[in-house]
């Protein structure tokens, strides 16, 4: 009796669990912004199937031309993947909103487990140090500024290239 009711039970929650997620995911798609056109993916495996294993770049020209559109979208199982098309598409989204679009990726080593979050080099541009960071870089590593290390960079190098002249 008390093994019939657990497996019951266990079911009873193993089917609301699975509808549960159902439900919260296909919730979750319609709350996306529209994407660009997109063939028919299939269900789990999404578009790997109308993509060849080499010169991929002729379907995505295929696709630009029977959706008429410059962007275009694929999926590859969970991967969302958008592709631009055209020059003029790259050039719009990518030059004239980089600020929204580029950001630097997480370096997880460097800035979680040695502690380095707002390190130099590795700040995000989202940050506000990042414009003061970047004009004080630049101030010392412009062309200009590179000229005038010639001499410090030739003194330098004298003792290891005699070193290694020795030989």
């Given at each position: 009796?008390?093994?019939?009711?657990?497996?019951?039970?266990?079911?009873?929650?193993?089917?609301?669990?699975?509808?549960?997620?159902?439900?919260?995911?296909?919730?979750?798609?319609?709350?996306?912004?529209?994407?660009?056109?997109?063939?028919?993916?299939?269900?789990?495996?999404?578009?790997?199937?109308?993509?060849?294993?080499?010169?991929?770049?002729?379907?995505?020209?295929?696709?630009?031309?029977?959706?008429?559109?410059?962007?275009?979208?694929?999926?590859?199982?969970?991967?969302?993947?958008?592709?631009?098309?055209?020059?003029?598409?790259?050039?719009?989204?990518?030059?004239?909103?980089?600020?929204?679009?580029?950001?630097?990726p997480v370096?997880?080593?460097?800035?979680?487990?040695?502690?380095r979050k707002?390190?130099?080099?590795?700040?995000?541009?989202?940050?506000?140090?990042?414009?003061?960071?970047?004009?004080?870089?630049?101030?010392?590593?412009?062309?200009?500024?590179?000229?005038?290390?010639?001499?410090?960079?030739?003194?330098?190098?004298?003792?290891?290239?005699?070193?290694?002249?020795?030989?």
């Open positions: 009796m008390f093994s019939l009711l657990s497996t019951a039970t266990s079911l009873y929650v193993s089917l609301f669990g699975g509808s549960a997620l159902c439900v919260y995911f296909f919730l979750h798609a319609s709350w996306q912004l529209p994407l660009p056109p997109d063939p028919r993916p299939k269900f789990l495996s999404g578009n790997v199937h109308q993509l060849p294993r080499s010169e991929v770049w002729k379907v995505f020209k295929q696709w630009s031309e029977t959706f008429n559109s410059p962007i275009t979208f694929h999926r590859i199982f969970a991967r969302k993947f958008i592709v631009l098309n055209t020059l003029k598409a790259a050039n719009d989204l990518l030059e004239s909103h980089s600020n929204v679009y580029s950001n630097r370096s997880w080593m460097y800035m979680e487990l040695i502690n707002l390190a130099v080099l590795n700040i995000s541009s989202q940050n506000l140090r990042f414009k003061v960071y970047r004009r004080l870089i630049h101030t010392g590593l412009n062309p200009r500024a590179v000229e005038r290390y010639n001499g410090i960079l030739s003194r330098s190098c004298r003792p290891s290239s005699s070193c290694i002249g020795r030989r």
